[in-house]
């Protein structure tokens, strides 16, 4: 993906991101690949990122100097 920003810089032509009603998360990533000043978005666009949940229990039994793997 990095080389849409790559070739932006390099070759002779230009693109761009138009983003149009809704970009979703994974487009949004690909958005971000992007010169910032080649990033447009049509009126009304709704961006929807996701957040991803994590729940985890951490035990950490020992030197903490032995469990940094853990950590």
Do not use: W
């Amino acid at each position: 993906m990095g080389d849409v920003r790559f070739a932006s810089e390099t070759e002779q032509r230009r693109f761009v991101f138009l983003g149009k009603a809704a970009i979703y998360s994974a487009g949004t990533t690909f958005m971000s690949f992007f010169m910032r000043e080649n990033r447009y978005l049509s009126r009304g666009t709704r961006l929807r990122i996701h957040d991803r949940k994590l729940a985890k229990h951490l035990v950490i039994d020992g030197p903490l100097t032995t469990c940094l793997a853990t950590v």
